[in-house]
């Protein structure tokens, strides 16, 4: 079965926004720290989705929104592949969502620099890297075994 999805970074030009996710509990992200996002609603386009989750999960409005790839996940869930557009927010307005709001994580503004020290999957140190070197456009597969641990990656980078 496919699962559609976003993976949205939302950055100030200082720091990209990252959530610790130790809210849920039996949450594969468990512990990692990762961007915001979530499935595809019935109808909804990948930016409408975007949109959504991002609101939905930081209570931030986007202004500009960059779509930057897409990658896929073989197998991320037993019985799902999961396809995910990549999405880099550069401008946006709003309050952040307070930690008592938040139900899966911890929001936390990480410096650029700090950003490949959080724990996270093998494969988001790629992402990470991709967004903040401003990657034109990527598509790529992470390939996980069922010890959460990378076994395969491939990429393409395209020029737009």
């Not at 724990?119 to 988001?124: E, K, Q, S, V």
Request: charged fraction near 30%; proline fraction near 4%; hydrophobic fraction near 40%.
């Amino acid at each position: 079965m496919t699962k559609l999805a976003t993976i949205c970074y939302i950055d100030n030009g200082e720091a990209l926004l990252l959530m610790h996710r130790n809210k849920k509990e039996n949450d594969v992200h468990q512990g990692k720290w990762i961007s915001v996002g979530g499935k595809l609603e019935a109808g909804e386009t990948p930016e409408e989705c975007a949109r959504r989750e991002i609101l939905e999960e930081t209570h931030l409005q986007v202004k500009e929104m960059a779509f930057k790839g897409l990658i896929t996940f073989p197998e991320f869930t037993p019985g799902h592949d999961w396809y995910t557009y990549v999405f880099k927010v550069t401008a946006f307005k709003g309050d952040l969502i307070s930690d008592a709001d938040s139900r899966e994580g911890t929001l936390e503004w990480v410096p650029y620099e700090q950003v490949l020290a959080k724990p996270t999957w093998a494969g988001d140190y790629d992402i990470f890297k991709w967004i903040l070197e401003d990657v034109p456009f990527f598509s790529a597969k992470f390939t996980y075994n069922d010890k959460q641990e990378l076994v395969d990656k491939e990429v393409i980078f395209y020029d737009k």
